[in-house]
């Protein structure tokens, strides 16, 4: 698993695909998200505006994320 740091407080699931890099356009992550195949916190999730926090896990094919917020 690959831990992901924020600075904000949340960032949303689609921005968050793109950052990481396993999407290359906001397009290709809410057709990803909306077939159902993005899982967060072990939960298939639809929403592409669903807001992720610290400690947020998220699946993506063979690739686990989770989010950890950092004090700036």
Known sequence: MEIIT???EFIKLDQFLKWVGVVSSGVDAKYFIQEGVVLVNNEIETRR???L????????QDKE???K???M
């Not at 926090?53 to 993506?60: E, L, Q, R, T």
């Open 49 to 51: 505006g669903k807001k």
């Open 6 to 8: 924020i600075t904000s």
């Open 53 to 60: 926090y610290n400690g947020d896990k998220v699946k993506f």
């Open 69 to 71: 917020k950092i004090e």
């Open 65 to 67: 994320f989770q989010v």
